[in-house]
T-cell receptor, first 115, second 110 residues
């Protein structure tokens, strides 16, 4: 297992376009998280899944954002009608809930630039 | 709502010097994490602290946890340039998600 993979690494899009990011977690991890990080800030929680169930979504998250994890494996994060304020690094992480490994493993992130 | 604060936000220090980064959190938490982030890169796990009084050390970095004071420290001993990065603490509650601090940007100069 090579860790958490995210695709694409970089995405430049025009304002108003839709974008979709993919995250492949560590295979034995049942939890998957999405975070957003803007320049000079700490990562901000967006949402997380346990298996295929979306258990929590940040109250700050716009309705333009949606995430899925259809088979409990990979996940997608879609942003509709992008705005310049959506420009950020989108980080995915995975973990094993209930296990003795307490770590969260982060992917390399997808950097989104909205022009 | 769980909040995490770090200080200082920015730290410029000379090689060979010692310094401490502080992390305060607002409510009881299950675990305390320290991460390192290089510019444009993702997060690298440094330490996980599980209980009151926990202390972990790796090279020139040592982390400790005081759950009664809701305080964790990251101590840097004899800093070297390679330690230049941004350091985040994060806590989780009910093991459901990480809440991050504001980060401390460390710059080590000769």
């Amino acid at each position: 297992d090579t860790g958490v993979s995210q695709d694409p690494r970089h995405k430049i899009t025009k304002r108003g376009q839709n974008v979709t990011f993919r995250c492949d977690p560590i295979s034995e991890h049942n939890r998957l998280y999405w975070y957003r990080q803007t320049l000079g800030q700490g990562p901000e929680f967006l949402t997380y899944f346990q298996n295929e169930a979306q258990l929590e979504k940040s109250r700050l998250l716009s309705d333009r954002f949606s995430a899925e994890r259809p088979k409990g494996s990979f996940s997608t994060l879609e942003i509709q009608r992008t705005e310049q304020g959506d420009s950020a690094m989108y980080l995915c992480a995975s973990s094993l809930a209930g296990g003795f490994n307490y770590g969260y493993t982060f992917g390399s992130g997808t950097r989104l630039t909205v022009v | 709502e769980l909040k995490v604060e770090q200080n200082p936000l920015f730290l410029s220090m000379q090689e060979g010097k010692n310094y401490t980064i502080y992390c305060n959190y607002s409510t009881t938490s299950d675990r305390l994490y320290w991460y390192r982030q290089d510019p444009g890169k993702s997060l690298e796990s440094l330490f996980v602290l599980l209980s009151n009084g926990a202390v972990k050390q790796e090279g020139r970095l040592m982390a400790s946890l005081d759950t009664k004071a809701r305080l964790s420290t990251l101590h840097i001993t004899a800093a070297v340039h390679d330690l230049s990065a941004t350091y985040f603490c994060a806590v989780d509650k009910n093991t459901d998600k990480l809440i991050f601090g504001t980060g401390t940007r460390l710059q080590v100069f000769p």
